[in-house]
């Protein structure tokens, strides 16, 4: 086919470019291994094998030193600061100890980079993912090289070193008085600087990272900057040496970030490439680029980030005849286009509004805003136009939030993920349009329909890891229940593909038991809020329905009966509901923070009646709860403990643990197991525990 012509004179370096991409995904992702194998077999009479296996040795070798060395638990030594990120009531210090990177709190200016400080702290290393699509906070910092999280327990400064700042210092003075510094101060230097209200603003709809300078904006600069060179006449070297030179001061004016030093790097290259004649393709030099950077940086093969980089970079490419012939606007706008349909399984929530007007969007915040952010740096005369531009575009943007019809997408599996990228690619190359609209409907259908559930006939309840917190989900073929919401909650059902929950109960007003209720009843459909009707749930109106003692009623498979609060009480945990739930030939009896007050009225009322074969333990294992007459009178097989790892409160309190192990019943922890899933299958009938994070403690 003469569209892949652009393909056939590519020179064979992005072939071994995407070997060692292959091979870098299978060594986080073991699935990727065969189909790295039957790359490589597939294009053996292709590839240099010396060089194939090399790097990858290379790699390797990287791979296993920073994924598996070890950490230490304490620091006492002098250490240099790195960097200091500033936000809007503390910062955020890191530093670097034995060739690795550790952050602790401070408060606002009191350090700066290059500062030499002595430290004797507790190192606390991240945890990873324990539920299933949630945020993976050992990932995120590996990928920026930083271990762990320090508890200070004694610092001194020792002395302020030399520092570079002394450009940013004489901008950051100039733009202090504009009324447009927040948006100049972003665009500059890459700072978090635009007001709170706006950045979730622009957070939310998926464009904040348009106000750091990426290859978008300096390819509009460099476009500007040719012109008027061209103009001046000037000589083609000369060109180059200045705009390597535009280059390397926004490398210094973003503390050498990642994205400025690959689009310098690739720069640089295709000058020593045009240099040398040595009839490299931009497709090889983007190999060339990506493979330096992985081996001066290797934390990098952790950046989910960095790999959507080079996937939208390669698209581009691979995709370059639909931009054949068009002038650099028009170009730009299906280059916004492209990257929207690149990044869109990768992203959450989605506005539709917003992804229509997109690639004009891009355009505006890359083009016009960027370069009036210089001009107005250069003429602090325009600031009041400048400021009037970037408050018109927030005020278009803030009324799109608000009426555009938002959307969220299902987190896609990696596999599913790669199937799509394959999918684009046959739609675009296949000509015949039937082809092509097979492939979008099997697009829509993966990102758009919410996840299939393989095992229908399986009924669900998993205690979510949502640190020192509650969150209980409830799945079956036609009923879906949560129980508390802390931290992640809504994420969780989000990625899972759930829009609408039957019940949301609520048992009482603590944060660590309703953070996200809020969020959860404004983005999903929650057709009842059941709450203890001795509490009040700030934020919460509507569907509210107050539970007394004694009530009773079902959802699906799911028979509820409720047994407290019997009575108000002083103490607001022992106003939590608390829920006893029959599941085929299983009890299961959630009680909430309650203490020994409540649970000695329920043994009096209920009796024998309490007995159930799984106990959420109260109040996280507190010592106020779960006493020795309420365990015996309970006689449960399993108990289930909602704990942060390592909490300041020292849950669960090991006079429980012994409490329970003495009368044999079995403890799942979520502070060391992660997220513990019950499954019944309805056609074995049959109760299995699955413990899917446990081998990452």
């Given amino acids: 086919m003469k569209i892949l012509d652009h393909i056939s004179r590519y020179r064979d370096l992005h072939i071994e470019g995407y070997a060692i991409f292959l091979f870098i995904l299978a060594l986080r992702f073991y699935w990727v291994i065969p189909i790295f194998f039957i790359y490589l077999y597939y294009l053996r009479k292709k590839i240099s094998w010396y060089f194939i296996w090399a790097i990858c040795l290379i790699i390797l070798v990287q791979y296993v030193f920073i994924s598996f060395r070890d950490v230490p638990k304490t620091i006492k030594s002098q250490v240099y600061i790195t960097h200091v990120d500033q936000t809007p009531n503390y910062d955020i210090v890191t530093i670097k100890y034995h060739m690795m990177k550790f952050r602790f709190y401070a408060q606002k200016d009191q ?105 978008l904006h300096l390819y509009g600069l460099n476009i500007l900057v040719k012109k008027m060179m061209f103009y001046f006449n000037l000589s083609q070297k000369t060109q180059k040496i200045i705009i390597l030179s535009i280059y390397l001061l926004f490398l210094y004016l973003y503390d050498f970030s990642l994205t400025i030093l690959r689009i310098s790097l690739l720069y640089v290259f295709h000058w020593i490439n045009e240099r040398f004649y040595l009839k490299y393709t931009h497709l090889d030099l983007i190999q060339v680029t990506f493979l330096c950077l992985v081996i001066i940086n290797p934390y990098l093969m952790y950046d989910q980030g960095v790999l959507i980089v080079y996937l939208i970079l390669n698209f581009l490419v691979l995709l370059n005849p639909i931009l054949y012939g068009e002038n650099h606007w028009i170009k730009r706008f299906k280059m916004s286009g492209l990257i929207q349909l690149i990044i869109l399984p990768f992203r959450l929530t989605a506005n539709l509004v917003i992804i229509m007007i997109s690639p004009l969007i891009i355009l505006f915040l890359s083009g016009p805003a960027f370069l009036f952010a210089i001009l107005t740096l250069i003429t602090t005369k325009l600031d009041f136009y400048y400021t009037y531009m970037m408050e018109w575009f927030f005020l278009m943007i803030k009324r799109v939030s608000d009426y555009g019809f938002h959307f969220f997408l299902p987190a896609l599996s990696p596999i599913k993920i790669m199937l799509y990228f394959v999918i684009i690619i046959v739609c675009f190359y296949m ?119 004694d009530d009773s009623f079902t959802c699906g498979v799911f028979d509820i009966h409720v047994l407290g609060p019997i009575k108000s009480y002083d103490h607001n945990n022992d106003n939590s509901l608390v829920l006893k739930i029959k599941i085929h030939d299983k009890t299961f009896l959630f009680t909430g923070d309650i203490e020994s007050d409540a649970e000695e009225d329920l043994i009096q009322k209920y009796g024998v009646s309490l007995r159930s074969d799984v106990v959420k333990i109260s109040h996280h294992g507190s010592v106020t709860s779960t006493s020795e007459s309420f365990i015996k009178l309970l006689t449960p097989k399993i108990a289930l403990i909602s704990v942060g790892t390592q909490n300041r409160f020292g849950f669960p309190d090991e006079v429980v643990l012994d409490r329970l192990r003495r009368h044999h019943v079995e403890i799942y922890r979520t502070d060391i197991m992660g997220t513990v899933i019950l499954t019944y299958d309805e056609n074995k009938r049959k109760w299995t525990v699955h413990l899917p994070f446990e081998d990452d403690f």
């Fill in 111 to 215: 350090y700066q980079r290059n500062n030499l400080i002595f430290l004797d702290a507790k190192v606390n290393q991240f945890k990873s993912r324990t539920i299933f699509f949630g945020f993976d906070l050992k990932t995120y910092f590996m990928s920026q090289g930083v271990m762990g999280e320090l508890d200070i327990n004694e610092i001194e400064f020792i002395k302020s070193n030399f520092s570079f700042n002394g450009l940013k210092d004489i901008i950051d003075e100039r733009t202090d008085h504009l009324k447009s510094k927040d948006y100049i101060k972003a665009f500059i230097f890459g700072e978090k600087s635009i007001p709170i209200e706006e950045r979730q603003t622009y957070q939310s709809l998926g464009i904040l990272f348009l106000f750091s300078v990426s290859g």
């Fill in 431 to 549: 000509k015949k349009s039937i082809y092509k609209v097979l492939g979008i409907i099997i697009l829509c259908f993966m990102i758009f329909m919410p996840s299939l559930k393989p095992y229908e006939s399986k009924v669900k309840v998993m205690m979510l890891d949502v640190g020192q917190g509650d969150s209980f989900y409830f799945e079956s073929r036609n009923c879906k229940m949560m129980i508390d919401t802390y931290q992640g909650s809504l994420d969780f059902l989000q990625n899972r593909g759930i829009y609408t929950l039957d019940y949301l109960f609520l048992t009482h007003s603590d944060t660590d038991h309703i953070k996200e209720a809020v969020d959860i009843t404004k983005y999903l459909e929650v057709k009842k809020i059941a709450i203890s009707p001795y509490e009040t749930y700030p934020g919460l109106y509507g569907k509210l329905f107050p539970l007394k003692s």
